[in-house]
């Protein structure tokens, strides 16, 4: 199958360094895991969509890619993988169009800033559906708001999309989330809803604790059980 993974950031911050700044440590690890797995990544440093708030960004860049690609992975720029044993294979669903990942499950609690995108007639609609809808192009929480409402307009959405808990693929960092913030093992760290200082402080620090996988075990380790 064949996978591409999209990031996009700008020199905007929020009380601290531009996301610029955060985006240089969070690429070198979705760099390093998608040569690990050979998938493809996207990143950009501005935004490809001036007309919209930048988040909109990776929704115009999947609009032009997703053909290209089986499944494409959606990313902020302060979500940091943090296993790289874990595939994108084994996140993605052949029964449903779209992954996406919610507190609780619930559909208000949608969070796009990690997300899995089918290349589907169902998947394409869609994202023409959210680009045709311009009330959240600059307000709100953009394209999130703009698929919690569709969702919630057209409930029979739900066939096509798979809602899993956060620490499938979105575990955060921040108290609000209790049991649903990073453990050991989890396939990547986000950062939402804190100041820029925080994120460019906690992930140098997290990316000591980065899962990798032994290369080339068996040919290293000659001893085997006789």
Sequence with gaps: MKFLIISISDCNCHKGPSFNKIAEITNESLIEYCGLHGYDYLIHNSNPDSSRQISWGRTFLLREKLKDYDWVYLTDSDLMIMNHTIKLEYLISDKYDLVASASNKDIDRI?????????????????????????????????????????????????????????????????????????SGDFCVHLAGSDNDFRVETLQALKEYIIKPIPNIQEKVKIWDK
């Design 111 to 183: 969070n796009t800033g990690s997300i899995l995108w089918k290349n589907s007639p169902f998947s394409h609609k869609l994202i023409d559906l959210m680009y045709a809808d311009g009330e959240f192009a600059n307000k709100g929480y953009w394209e999130q708001s703009t698929l919690i409402k569709l969702i919630k307009q057209h409930p029979e959405l739900l066939n096509n999309i798979k809602i899993e808990n956060l620490r499938m693929f979105n575990s955060h960092w921040h108290y609000w989330f209790g049991v649903e913030n990073l453990q």
